[in-house]
């Protein structure tokens, strides 16, 4: 087999790394017109896969075999000490300075990313709608390790695979490798594409999505020999070209890309035209500007750079205690250039370079466990000094201590306290873990859901007077209060929420990934479709009254009644009580972490005209269903004095998030609301 053609140090990659790192740092720190800074990860991800893909081809063709040990060595020495120091540093710096509200978040993210799969944990967080106004975890840019650390996993074992095919079938080891690279490829760009449209958060943390683009790296690599034959006019033409498809895209594309999908396919094209021109030659004029001195000293430390970048600009503003902008972030990125010089030369370096690392395989995955190992031991630490868990935020059947007299009386008095309480409930370091149990037993739906659970039934399930719970995730947070009135009124409640899905009958629009949101028209019908089988003797709707409305003004009032009409058509004639919880305060942030980083809790309470928000909807929502001869509850007074909602009331916590109750509180109010509600005899 023909010897692999030498890589020799390719000035052009190394500038490449520097391009994808600055243009990540751009984005991140909010600089103008590089809001598309993203795909620098994109560029790293056709690096790397051409890079390790030219080492293992190159092992192959010189000793016939590739070894898997001195792969995982060379990959634990190069990816873990680093990436070790920053994660510790980086739980330190939080357990400091960063929202408590947070740390049991950062604790699971800190978990995840020591085991290399968070990419999938911070999909899922992403498409919960619970997290949509959660801070950004200080550990997101350990997504892009997950996904290669992923890859490398299963790549050195295809490619010993398919050489081995080769052998048997006594072809060119190339061409099944080739295949084998092409169909992966291929399923991988299908399935980013449809799954960009359907589910974006998982298209673009997950590995499956991304292989492709890794893939695009490797096929450069297997056809390295072809591209250093190509002719050099050619070369001259694909170098250029190449970069200004990467620098377009970070200019062009917006936080609202839909990305990856087909939009990926430009920077990573563009990403491999450099490559395989530099394959080539090197005096380009791309490749004249990628080996400038100072393009080289930042494609040096990118990997430092890339790790530490992101915690220094998520937690130390909390640190200085000035807010994020433009101007603290350019100062923070020296400091994140001023401790990826360090890390590079003090902890990247030494354990890479002397002899002794690079001939033993044993050293490497030393390396690897020895910082896997501290890593750990520090994730056990932390769990063990934080809290991590809540007994009381959870108890679906405390006693219900507030009458209408009390509950005023308490929202009044909240007014004055200024500090947390040392009994708060639930507290602030767990207050992320506090829903009602439908989330956990799945009968509150997610966004893609669309069939009706199984199984949803609470309070007395054996009794034949039902009522049904219908709406988005503002009717889910009084679950834990109906259960209790459903359970001690021999009633059975049947939960039927849905995130972000309004029950009022229009075209949704899904504000979190900004598309419409069709599969709340199919659940609605759904339920309406059981409602009408079932005909339940209550139905209770809720509905957060800022739901954006498909085509028209996102406050629009018209359309939104409109909706609320043919609901209201949908479901009368098939129960005899109809009910409608009206919408709940809305603050413009986390009232938790708010309470947080504020030293008095009275600034994170809301004016009331401010948090009650869509007055005229809520008003004529209630005419509507009071003229149905239904029943609208008014729970503002419940919340709120004339002018202020406050979010501390005794030792309770009144808001999980910016928007939803905590459960404890819900449950202080089940006589109040029970009292509103229809007969239940």
Known sequence: MPNYPSLGHRTDIQGLRAVAVLLVLAAHAGIPYFAGGYIGVDVFFVISGFLITSLLFKEYTKTGSISLSGFFSRRA????????????TTLIASWLWFPITQINSVLKDAFTAVAYFVNYRFAAESVEYLNADALPSPFQQYWSLAVEEQFYLFWPLLLLGMLALARKLEVAPLYPTLAA??????????????????????AYFGTHTRIWELLVGAF???????????????????????LAAVIYSAVRFTESTAFPGYHALLPVFGTALVIAAGARTASTTAGYLLKLPPMQYVGKISYSLYLWHWPVLIILPFAVGVPAGLALNLTLLIVAFALSHLSYHYVEQPLRSPKRWRESQMYGLLVG??????????????IV???????????????SAVDENESQKRIEEALSITEVPDNLTPSLATVTDDKPIIYDD????????????????????????????????????WFPALNNIADSSEWKLVNRTKSSCTPSNLDSYLAVQERPYDECLKWRQNIFDEVADTKPDMIIFGSTETNQVVGVDGTATTEWLEGWRSTISEVKNHTSKLVYIQDTPFFPSRVPDCIAQNDNVADCNGERSEVLRMEDRRQYTAELFSNADGKA????EWLCTNEICPVIADNLLVYRDAHHMSVPFVLTLTDLLESELPDLN
Not at 223 to 241: E, F, N, Q
Not at 369 to 381: D, F, K, N, P, Y
Not at 633 to 636: A, K, L, N, Q, V
Request: proline share 5%.
């Open 369 to 382: 466990v020895s910082v896997t190992m501290a890593s750990v031991a520090t994730l056990v630490v932390f």
């Open 442 to 477: 799945d009968c509150h739906l997610g966004f893609d859901d669309t069939q009706l659970p199984s199984g949803c039934a609470y309070g007395d399930t054996d009794s034949e007077k039902v009522m049904y719970l219908i709406g988005d995730s503002h009717a889910a947070q």
């Open 385 to 399: 000094v934080i809290p991590t868990g809540d007994d009381t935020s959870n108890l679906e059947h405390a006693d």
């Open 77 to 88: 020495r190069r990816i873990l000490p680093v990436s070790g120091v920053v994660l510790i």
């Open 220 to 242: 450069l690599a297997l056809t390295l020999r072809w591209w250093t034959r190509i002719p050099i006019v050619l070369a001259h033409i694909m170098a250029p070209v190449g």
């Open 633 to 636: 509850i008014d729970t503002s």
């Open 181 to 202: 690279l092409m169909l992966l490829f291929l399923f991988s760009l299908s399935y980013s594409v449809v799954q960009t449209n359907t589910s974006e958060p998982f």
